[in-house]
């Protein structure tokens, strides 16, 4: 059983910059890839990014490829997700997960955290 505990959401304006943090319970965290996605109001669950379990290889979705970055420190069981020059279609809810590699679909993690909210404004 995986723990996972966001923080660092809040209000911000456009072309302003946020850093999410993940915390995990398990002491074998090195070992997952973990995930960030988000859910903006009336929508679906989508990904937004991904670290393999070594931290050698990331994944971003297309939206967010250049402004945002995911790192991992498994020192201290975080994975983080800086966001930059963000946009108001930024806003939604942040969630991390963890899983066995470093996917893009929702389906395919297996623990999630119950996410930080982010607000855009324009």
């Known amino acids: 059983q995986v723990q996972l505990v966001e923080s660092g959401g809040g209000l911000v304006q456009a072309g302003g910059s946020l850093r999410l943090s993940c915390a995990a319970s398990?002491?074998?965290?090195?070992?997952?890839?973990m995930g960030w996605f988000r859910q903006a109001p009336g929508k679906e669950r989508e990904f937004v990014a991904a670290?393999?379990?070594?931290?050698?290889?990331?994944y971003y979705a297309d939206s967010v490829k250049g402004r945002f970055t995911i790192s991992r420190d498994d020192a201290k069981n975080t994975v983080y997700l800086q966001m930059n020059s963000l946009k108001p279609e930024d806003t939604g809810v942040y969630y991390c997960?963890?899983?066995?590699?470093?996917?893009?679909?929702?389906?395919?993690?297996?623990?999630w955290g119950q996410g930080t909210p982010v607000t855009v404004s324009s």
């Open positions: 997960a963890s899983g066995s590699l470093a996917y893009t679909a929702v389906d395919e993690y297996d623990y």
């Open positions: 398990s002491r074998t965290f090195s070992r997952y890839a």
């Open positions: 670290i393999n379990w070594s931290g050698s290889s990331t």
